[in-house]
């Protein structure tokens, strides 16, 4: 993650609807006793961007909590994050194994208007409250038994 250096360009901090697994394996979102506690809270709260640059992954949870907490999300075009990434739209998507891409994102995101961050941000978060939560969760994993089971 990369820390915030100047909180003006970032334009705030939204509260989502993210979770994350406590110590002891408890989990632990907005409202729950201790979420505002957490440290992955706090550090993802304090970013002003966060940074995926991951070979292979599905969805990352760890994406869909940034964005649902507020946080910019610059990941690589593996597996399944361009579902849930469009470039330029909720986040940053650049080529995997691309240094030079990643590092280029990183500085153009600096140059990023206070608007243009919000705008991001909250598409980012209008996003992942429209795909992933607990309801459309609960109805996919239904609809994959169901046809597993039939």
Same mark, same amino acid.
């Given at each position: 993650?990369?820390? @915030?250096?100047? !909180?003006?360009?970032?334009?705030? !901090?939204?509260?989502?609807?993210?979770?994350? !697994?406590? !110590?002891?394996?408890?989990?632990?979102?907005?409202?729950?006793? #201790?979420?505002?506690?957490?440290?992955?809270?706090?550090?993802?709260? @304090?970013?002003?961007?966060?940074? /995926?640059?991951?070979?292979?992954?599905?969805? @990352?949870?760890?994406?869909?909590?940034?964005?649902?907490? #507020?946080?910019?999300?610059?990941t690589?075009?593996?597996?399944?994050?361009?579902?849930l990434?469009?470039?330029?739209q909720?986040?940053?998507?650049?080529?995997?194994?691309?240094?030079?891409?990643? @590092?280029?994102?990183?500085?153009?995101?600096?140059?990023?208007?206070?608007?243009?961050?919000?705008?991001?941000?909250?598409?980012? /978060?209008?996003?992942?409250?429209?795909?992933?939560?607990?309801?459309?969760?609960?109805?996919?994993? /239904?609809?994959?038994?169901?046809?597993?089971?039939?």
């Open positions: 993650m990369a820390n @915030a250096t100047d !909180r003006g360009r970032s334009g705030g !901090r939204g509260r989502g609807r993210g979770t994350v !697994r406590g !110590r002891g394996g408890s989990t632990r979102g907005p409202g729950s006793p #201790g979420w505002l506690d957490t440290e992955v809270f706090q550090k993802m709260t @304090a970013s002003d961007l966060f940074l /995926l640059p991951s070979l292979e992954e599905g969805i @990352a949870n760890v994406a869909v909590e940034a964005m649902a907490l #507020g946080t910019p999300v610059v690589t075009n593996c597996g399944g994050m361009e579902e990434i469009s470039h330029d909720e986040g940053w998507i650049v080529p995997t194994r691309n240094t030079e891409a990643i @590092a280029e994102q990183l500085i153009n995101f600096t140059t990023f208007s206070v608007e243009k961050v919000r705008s991001i941000k909250k598409s980012a /978060l209008q996003k992942v409250e429209a795909q992933h939560n607990e309801k459309k969760m609960v109805e996919g994993m /239904l609809e994959l038994y169901s046809r597993i089971i039939v």
